[in-house]
């Protein structure tokens, strides 16, 4: 199925099989397709890049296509790197999962400031919600984990090293 190319979203580079991949919802996702292209806010003279899932209800094009400027698709690919490294190195040290003396993981240098990455204290629910997580990340272990290789790999290709 190819993705639309008459919309404000004007996709440059597209992935139209994403449906085979989604993850665990794989041939059976409404996400048909992943885009990077010129954003539907762009102003004259000012063009941003974005990242866009398609989604498809079987009918039309969904309301619920997701855009995204891509600075914000690589710190959610952070954001999802330092959790996963959090689980699977400082986590089990504490019971619940986190010290609630001090929820904060990490502050990740960005652009002169940082992201702070923490454990949302505000959640009443928490302490099983952490080990929900937990679980479903080992559930998905081998599913992250090759898209983390290839990114990996790929950012090694760019000459991206720590």
Same mark, same amino acid.
């Given at each position: 199925? @190819?993705?639309?190319? /008459? ?6 580079? !597209? ?12 041939? &059976? ?6 885009? #990077? &292209?010129?954003? =539907?806010? @762009?102003?004259?003279?000012? !063009? ?17 296509? $997701?855009? #995204?400027?891509?600075?914000? !698709? ?20 504490? *019971?619940?999962?986190?010290? *609630? $003396? =001090?929820? =904060? ?6 652009? &002169? ?8 204290? &505000? /959640? ?12 479903? #990340? ?11 290789? !290839? ?7 760019? @000459?991206?090293?720590?």
């Amino acid at each position: 199925m @190819n993705i639309p190319t /008459n919309l404000k979203h004007k996709p440059v580079i !597209v992935a139209e099989d994403y449906e085979h991949i989604d993850g665990r919802t794989a041939y &059976g996702s409404d996400a048909k397709g992943l885009s #990077l &292209g010129l954003a =539907q806010w @762009n102003d004259r003279g000012k !063009v941003d890049i974005s990242a866009k899932v398609w989604r498809y209800t079987g009918e039309k094009w969904s309301r619920q296509s $997701e855009e #995204l400027p891509l600075h914000r !698709v690589l710190d959610l690919a952070i954001l999802a790197c330092r959790a996963t490294l959090y689980f699977r190195e400082e986590a089990y040290r504490y *019971p619940g999962g986190y010290d *609630p $003396e =001090q929820p =904060q993981i990490d502050r990740v240098g960005l652009q &002169g400031d940082a992201m702070t990455v923490k454990v949302c204290t &505000g /959640n009443e629910h928490i302490t099983e919600d952490l080990e929900l997580f937990q679980q479903a #990340l080992a559930r998905d272990g081998e599913l992250l984990g090759e898209r983390m290789a !290839v990114l990996a790999r790929l950012l090694g290709q760019l @000459n991206y090293h720590a």
